[in-house]
């Protein structure tokens, strides 16, 4: 006799096996509604979340570290999210329900270690989050004053309130579009960058590489590279965002493997490619980077294209932030929702946050967490650019905590799967290099999150540093303090639940008819589903 579960049952159609939780349009164990397709989840892993952070916030890295700190932050972090995002794709593709990686590290560990790293998730997206309205508002001053920024933020407020809670198929569709818009503004800049310091444009020399002899590669040579570690962690974090919504997606076993892959070309295309045509088009020593005006002119877009000779460029590179703002912020609050929901059935969090609708939408947690928002109103008494550093760090070395938990889950389940008595080629999706990458993984993340905080010590920085370092006791302050509670313990390998999280596409005997599923693909199908 077959469970639900059980992945070596006979497969059904969904007509045939309508009455099994696998094909329920509603998850029975979180309630959400499976509604995201494979595009839309493929889009969210390759240009989902990226925000201003990674438009206006390599400003401020390129001005820290220079063009080869850059290059550096960005590779070294690409390497470690490639890692992660193996050993994620490993886990998801196998568990899709459940809870996402906060509730595996709570199966595969200690119920308190999943705590620990649930909240810490939570607080890089409440941190993102006041960030990107921190920067829509500025952008709307910018353009008009008439409003005053706490009067554009109750409105943006409560239009994205709103707008989640059309539901996650909406929300899908939407971020789907808007990753579409942001790549297409990327490939238009890196054309105009090639087109410009090739001296294509009227009136401009070919700079070349001019900005790396002068002002040079570094600025402030390790003490800036560490730095930029901090904002790079910040731009990444996001990319294992596809682990939250394959709770969600219709069928994950498909769109999940999908993903992960699309991470490899986000890493190269937009990561990458960004900190390239940012450090050959913009010089660090820009005063426009640190001072400027508006976000806007603290981006390198900007300075590139305004040293290009065209001044009101300042309006397009806003509209295009702007655009960019609007998907991070939906991206944010339905992160954070989610993390919570998924927290709050697991007693990790307050309860009345583990409620859906009918429709599958967790109203109380999506309000719960867009009112963390209401902290970009800190620019009004420190600063725009003060607020947007102390937010910034915080978020930092969570995700280097995050991370790092991630790896350690991973290793946990591998041990777990052994002892047990399953084999390797048993998974459905199974992780490069593994013991290595994970190992890697686990060991970067805790060495980054020991030095990022680095150049708070010569010269000595008692506010810099508590910023840098407070959420590293806090981890463990929440790990024990649960631990002591509620009685956890390390679970042995032999009593961890392997089974619970497995389930079967929603449109299994539609992929099994096109050969998405269930059938060995030709090299060529793999190539052209993945471009």
């Not at 459905?428 to 999150?449: C, D, I």
Request: hydrophobic content about 50%.
């Amino acid at each position: 006799m077959f469970t639900p579960k059980d992945p070596d049952r006979p497969i059904a159609t969904p007509d045939e096996d309508a009455e099994q939780d696998d094909f329920r349009p509603i998850d029975p164990e979180s309630g959400v509604k499976r509604g995201l397709k494979t595009r839309h989840l493929s889009m969210m892993a390759l240009a989902g979340i990226i925000g201003p952070g990674l438009l206006v916030g390599s400003g401020s890295a390129l001005s820290s570290g220079g063009p080869a700190s850059l290059l550096i932050g960005f590779g070294v972090i690409g390497i470690i999210a490639f890692s992660i995002m193996q050993s994620l794709g490993e886990l998801t593709t196998l568990y899709p329900s459940g809870g996402a990686f906060t509730q595996l590290a709570a199966r595969m560990v200690d119920p308190a270690f999943g705590v620990a790293v649930g909240w810490n998730y939570f607080i890089i997206w409440f941190t993102v989050l006041a960030n990107e309205y921190n920067v829509t508002t500025n952008i709307l001053v910018f353009w008009s004053d008439k409003v005053p920024i706490w009067g554009y933020f109750l409105i943006l407020w409560t239009a994205f309130l709103l707008f989640q809670f059309c539901g996650v198929a909406t929300f899908g569709e939407a971020e789907f579009w808007l990753a579409l818009l942001k790549l297409m503004g990327l490939v238009a800049f890196y054309i105009f960058s090639i087109v410009y310091v090739s001296g294509g444009i009227s009136g401009t020399g070919a700079i070349g590489f001019r900005y790396w002899h002068d002002p040079g590669p570094f600025v402030t040579g390790f003490a800036g590279v560490a730095k930029v570690f901090v904002f790079c962690s910040t731009f990444y974090a996001g990319c294992e965002s596809v682990a939250v919504a394959a709770t969600e997606t219709k069928n994950p076993r498909v769109a999940v493997p999908l993903a992960i892959r699309q991470v490899f070309w986000r890493i190269i295309f937009v990561y990458m490619g960004a900190a390239f045509f940012f450090g050959i088009t913009c010089p660090a020593n820009a005063d426009q980077l640190v001072n400027g005006s508006s976000r806007a002119l603290q981006s390198p877009m900007t300075v590139a294209i305004q040293n290009a000779g065209w001044q009101g460029g300042v309006h397009l590179i806003n509209a295009f932030i702007l655009i960019t703002c609007i998907s991070a912020i939906n991206s944010s609050i339905y992160i954070a929702s989610r993390t919570l929901l998924y927290m709050a059935q697991q007693r990790m969090a307050p309860s009345f946050l583990g409620w859906t609708d009918k429709r599958g939408v967790p109203i109380p947690a999506i309000t719960f967490a867009n009112a963390f928002g209401a902290l970009s109103m800190m620019n009004i008494s420190t600063g725009a650019s003060k607020a947007y550093v102390y937010i910034i760090n915080l978020s930092g070395v969570s995700t280097f905590l995050v991370w790092g938990s991630i790896s350690l889950t991973h290793i946990r389940f591998r041990q777990a799967w052994e002892a047990q008595g399953y084999q390797v080629q048993d998974l459905p999706f199974v992780s490069l290099w593994y013991p290595w990458n994970a190992y890697f993984g686990l060991g970067a993340n805790m060495f980054l999150a020991l030095v990022q905080g680095w150049s708070n010590f010569a010269p000595w920085d008692a506010g810099g540093f508590v910023d840098a370092y407070i959420l590293l006791p806090l981890f463990f302050v929440i790990f024990i303090g649960y631990k002591l509670v509620f009685k956890t313990r390390v679970w042995r390998k032999d009593e961890i639940d392997l089974q619970s999280g497995r389930r079967r596409d929603l449109e299994e005997a539609k992929e099994i008819g096109v050969g998405e599923l269930g059938v060995s693909q030709s090299w060529w199908r793999r190539l052209l589903r993945n471009i």
